[in-house]
């Protein structure tokens, strides 16, 4: 005949259970990671792209002629070399008509310690990007990053892509918790 469990040692033994719950889920929030088997680098990104919104324009339910602007950062490891960039994507609505975003100085980031113009880069090889474009009918391009920028992405409060459209500069702005997203890619590339 077995003893019977004493209720404290059913309550440590549910304590243990929630805290290993606990830690499991922790691991979740790793960025999405993918391997190019034509190349054998492997690509470190988010799930998704953050969402950037036209300033301004945060609501509810966005309008239909609202225009959005995806990013995204990519981690390249190449047996050991590591760079990375800044994958950015423009899905215009209605008639609006933007500059293409290829052109030097085209797109702009501003975080809080202020702006950069972003440098276009191809991707060093992938057959397949980690994001996928939201419009068929949007610019997608790579931009430079390096870990400096990345850490400060992710430690600043205003995140901000600009363009430009018929010579005018458009804004789009970064919900406020794309700041959390971003430190915790940095956080699970070990940064």
């Not at 966005?62 to 990519?74: M, Q, T």
């Not at 005018?168 to 699970?188: C, G, I, K, Q, S």
Request: proline share 9%; charged share 20%; net charge negative.
């Amino acid at each position: 005949m077995q003893p019977t469990p004493r209720p404290y040692t059913l309550l440590l033994i549910c304590i243990s259970l929630a805290l290993f719950s606990g830690c499991a889920s922790e691991s979740s929030i790793k960025p999405a990671e993918s391997l190019d088997e034509r190349t054998g680098m492997t690509m470190g990104s988010l799930e998704k792209p953050l969402e950037l919104v036209q300033s301004g324009q945060f609501a509810i339910t966005p309008e239909p002629h609202v225009s959005f602007a995806y990013l995204g950062p990519v981690e390249w490891d190449n047996m050991g070399a590591i760079t990375y960039g800044l994958w950015v994507h423009l899905a215009p609505a209605g008639d609006w008509r933007f500059d293409d975003i290829k052109a030097p100085g085209a797109v702009v980031l501003a975080l809080d310690d202020g702006a950069m113009p972003l440098k276009l880069t191809q991707p060093p090889g992938p057959a397949r990007g980690p994001y996928r474009p939201v419009a068929s009918w949007g610019q997608t391009a790579y931009f430079e990053l390096d870990l400096d920028t990345l850490k400060r992405m992710a430690a600043s409060r205003k995140i901000e892509l600009g363009f430009k459209a018929a010579g005018n500069d458009v804004r789009f702005d970064a919900a406020p918790d794309a700041r959390e997203t971003l430190m915790r890619y940095v956080h699970a590339r070990g940064y």
